[in-house]
Structure formats: structure tokens, C-alpha cells
């Protein structure tokens, strides 16, 4: 089955460190590749998206993830982390004509002064 | 613009009764969307609707019923709840007509539900 994965439940950093959060797929064809954020007790919150071109996509809040064609990746980064990025994060894909999602189990991260 | 709202925020239920979610957006987007949200299973869709009077089974539709009422409006019925529905649910919207699988999902604010 098609799928993405978020292997770290948790990621921890210091504020003003560089982030990163992690996704692989394994989605066949060419799939659309989300990133969306949740605070406490609110819905979820688009970041950014890869549909195709420049492998490097660039979000709202600094964001910015990386498509990897050869990793099956799609991993999250930000340059200097903020205590107010702390939050649950979801990667999530679509494929072909559904238009629906299918999202990953969330990778909490926490960031501390 | 409200975006997307549901009604109520919180509801507990006793196993064997009924209730409707209620949803709305305000943005004329095409398609709206059911998830359930369990810890450590993501976000998992019950149906869709792609379009006005058109509605689909997601990953995990089994207790649940929808109605697309208009552009705006789109229901989650369940019609005997069970303790395996606690859960908190999202709706969402999103300007994809059929066959767009591209633009992003616009989310409510989430109905906490509990199935004694």
C-alpha cells in the first residue's frame, strides 16, 4: 500500500538551531507531497507543498522542505528554530486523480530556550 | 472569511445514540473532506465529496453516514456510536475539483467526541 512515513514521534531542539523533520513515501508515479502543521487543540495548518520543478520548496513561517527523488524523501527543515514552532507536524501525499490525502502519524516537535 | 466551521467543539455520547457533526465553509471551494484524528495514527479520512451531491468512502468509513447538502455544507452522521468512535474529527475543504489531487486541504477547528 501507498504510504508515507514520519519515523521520529519526537523531535527536540534548541531555539536558534536549525530543524529538521523527517518523511520518506512510497508512492508510485509522481505524488504531490504536503507539509502541515497542528498547534494544541487546533486543526491542521498547510505549510507547503511539492506538485513539481524545482526540488526545493518554500513555505509559510521560514519553512522549506526538500523533494528527493532518489530518497523517497521529503523532508522538513528550518534554518533557526523557534520556541513557538513547537507543534505536531504532518507529511502527507495525494496521487493521480483522488483528491484526497493520505497523512503519516505526526512527528511532535518540541524546541526549548 | 470564517473559513471552515463545525459545530459543536465537544460532545459526549452514550454507546447506541446518534449525532450529527455539522460543517461548513466559506470559501466556494469544490471539495470537502472527514477525518478522524487517534494518537498515533495520523489523520485517517471517512468520506468525501468531491462535488456538490457526489460522496465517497475514505479509509475508514464503516459507522459513519455523510450528506453533501449544498456547496457549503457536509454532514458526518453516525447513526450508533460506539466507544471505538471517541475520537476528535476534522473536517476540511479544499478548491480540488475531481481529479485535482494537487491543491491543499483547508481545515476546521475539530469536534472532540467521546463514546461512553
Known amino acids: 500500500a501507498q504510504s508515507v512515513a514520519q519515523p521520529e514521534d519526537q523531535v527536540n531542539v534548541a531555539e536558534g538551531n536549525p530543524l529538521t523533520v523527517k518523511c520518506t513515501y512510497s508512492?508510485?508515479?509522481?505524488?504531490?507531497l504536503f507539509w502541515y502543521v497542528q498547534y494544541p487543540n487546533r486543526g491542521l495548518q498547510f505549510l507547503l507543498k511539492?506538485?513539481?520543478?524545482?526540488?526545493l520548496v518554500k513555505g509559510s513561517y521560514g519553512f522549506e522542505a526538500e523533494f528527493n527523488k532518489s530518497q523517497t524523501s521529503f523532508h522538513l527543515k528550518k534554518p533557526s528554530a523557534l520556541v513557538s514552532d513547537s507543534a505536531l507536524y504532518f507529511c502527507?501525499?495525494?496521487?493521480?486523480?483522488?483528491?484526497?490525502?493520505?497523512f503519516g502519524t505526526g512527528t511532535r516537535l518540541q524546541v526549548t530556550l | 472569511n470564517a473559513g471552515v466551521t463545525q459545530t459543536p467543539k465537544f460532545q459526549v455520547l452514550k454507546t447506541g445514540q446518534s449525532m450529527t457533526l455539522q460543517c461548513a465553509q466559506d470559501?466556494?471551494?469544490?471539495?470537502m473532506y472527514w477525518y478522524r484524528q487517534d494518537p498515533g495514527m495520523g489523520l485517517r479520512l471517512i468520506y468525501y465529496?468531491?462535488?456538490?451531491?457526489?460522496?465517497d468512502k475514505g479509509e475508514v468509513p464503516n459507522g459513519y453516514n455523510v450528506s453533501r447538502l449544498n456547496k457549503r455544507e457536509f454532514s458526518l452522521r453516525l447513526e450508533s456510536a460506539a466507544p471505538s468512535q471517541t475520537s476528535v474529527y476534522f473536517c476540511?475543504?479544499?478548491?480540488?475539483?475531481?481529479?485535482?489531487?494537487?491543491?491543499?486541504?483547508?481545515f476546521g477547528p475539530g469536534t472532540r467526541l467521546t463514546v461512553t
Open positions: 511539492y506538485i513539481t520543478g524545482d526540488n
Open positions: 470559501m466556494n471551494h469544490n471539495s
Open positions: 465529496s468531491a462535488s456538490e451531491g457526489t460522496t
Open positions: 508512492v508510485s508515479g509522481n505524488p504531490y
Open positions: 502527507a501525499f495525494a496521487t493521480g486523480t483522488a483528491s484526497k490525502l493520505t
Open positions: 476540511a475543504s479544499s478548491v480540488a475539483l475531481a481529479g485535482a489531487s494537487s491543491y491543499e486541504q483547508y
